[in-house]
């Protein structure tokens, strides 16, 4: 026995051996000059990631939760109106974390669990006031919602607001062009499709992002977060000068720098394309099985995740038993439904293989559910998607 499972959550994910291999590396100080250069190189890399050529990149020790928070501490002054496209869990977060920075939100809501605000309501909300910024939950990994993110940041820019992507769930995974769609702000995590273990909160600020930041009237309420403590040490790293403001994590900026270097080596056009492809065939394989999903419809349905609903007489112990067969699955998180779904995480290294090692791991263990369905009707299902 293998004795290992494949972690098949919606982050963190499996990491390929390079990237694993540099977290176990001998330390180096983080004024060397070949971690200096590694650095610079990671931060390059990640224009090339968020296809923000133009954009200022920050890498800061800390999850998605952090990154958020760096947002909203630099982009809000006491006072200011943001809007909130809400999809669920995390798009609630981040109305919290702009009113903790003394911003007026507002938040356009989905009409029902699993679905989008219509573009409609959310030009509407947008043409009713003026708004210093709005965020977007890219992929809301609560309920595997994924929004139409081009049509709803040219509708931002539209207005005039500064627009912020919450992209933890996608960046790296789901087609997102900073630069082209006019996205003021992107961030996310080390730990899901960019495929770096956890512990580094990743940004790219736009021009006029950093521009809204200069001109702050008021100190950011934050001493960690503060850009105006960090441009200046991201600047250094870039020009190959060494810097301190706080330790940076070097074990993991060696493994994000291999990590990018994987991302850019496929493409970023033949990830996309490899997401959509994996995704089609895990979501058939659902379908196939019975199982609905908590999307509304397939063009609501995020690429880096699936939200199946358990079938009628199955609940949470099917997660350990596709555990026991190999998969380990996420738990419902949208405190509205949370019993009634589970989550598989598809994205980074993913590959076919692991995919149908996964559905063989649901059906076995809905079949020891007690769940009537014809063996292997998934498998044959994603099959007839990977094999095409
Ligand atoms: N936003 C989204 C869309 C997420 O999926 C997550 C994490 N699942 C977060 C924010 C928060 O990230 P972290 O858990 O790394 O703080």
Redesign the pocket.
């Known amino acids: 026995m293998k004795g290992r499972q494949l972690l098949m959550i919606?982050?963190p994910i499996e990491f390929t051996p390079e990237v694993l291999r540099a977290m176990g590396m001998s330390t180096t100080s983080h004024v060397a000059p070949d971690f200096i250069q590694v650095f610079g190189q990671a931060l390059e890399q990640l224009r090339q990631v968020f296809l923000c050529p133009h954009g200022q990149p920050f890498v800061i020790a800390g999850?998605?939760?952090?990154a958020?928070d760096i947002a909203a501490a630099n982009l809000i002054e006491p006072g200011d109106q943001a809007l909130v496209v809400n999809t669920g869990y995390?798009s609630d977060?981040f109305a919290t974390i702009l009113e903790r920075y003394g911003a007026a939100v507002t938040q356009v809501q989905a009409p029902s669990i699993g679905d989008a605000p219509p573009l409609e309501a959310v030009e509407a909300a947008l043409k009713a006031n003026t708004y210093k910024l709005m965020t977007i939950?890219h992929?809301?990994?609560s309920t595997a919602v994924g929004v139409d993110l081009q049509s709803l940041a040219a509708l931002g820019q539209n207005q005039g607001a500064l627009v912020v992507v919450?992209g933890?769930?996608s960046v790296a995974g789901e087609e997102m062009h900073q630069e082209a769609w006019g996205i003021d702000l992107a961030l996310t995590?080390s730990?899901?499709a960019i495929g770096v273990p956890?512990g580094l909160a990743l940004l790219v600020a736009g021009p006029r992002a950093m521009e809204a930041f200069r001109r702050r009237k008021s100190p950011v309420g934050n001493y960690y977060a503060d850009w105006k403590e960090w441009l200046p040490i991201m600047e250094a790293y870039q020009a190959g000068r060494p810097s301190y403001f706080g330790t940076p994590p070097v074990n993991l900026i060696w493994a994000l720098n291999v990590s990018l270097g994987q991302v850019l080596e496929e493409g970023m056009e033949a990830r996309f394309a490899r997401h959509r492809r994996l995704s089609e065939a895990f979501k058939a394989a659902i379908t196939a099985l019975g199982l609905k999903q908590v999307p509304v419809s397939p063009n609501r349905a995020a690429t880096t995740l699936t939200a199946p609903y358990y079938p009628q007489g199955v609940g949470p112990e099917l997660l350990g038993r596709a555990n026991a067969a190999g998969a380990i699955l996420a738990g419902g998180l949208h405190p509205a439904i949370k019993g009634q779904y589970f989550r598989v995480g598809h994205m980074g290294a993913v590959s076919a293989s692991d995919i149908l090692a996964t559905i063989g791991a649901i059906e076995q263990g809905l079949a020891q559910s007690g769940y009537k369905f014809e063996p292997g009707i998934g498998l044959a299902a994603a099959q007839s998607i990977l094999t095409q």
């Open positions: 919606p982050g999850s998605g939760t952090l958020m995390f977060r939950t992929v809301d990994t919450d933890v769930c995590a730990q899901k956890p």
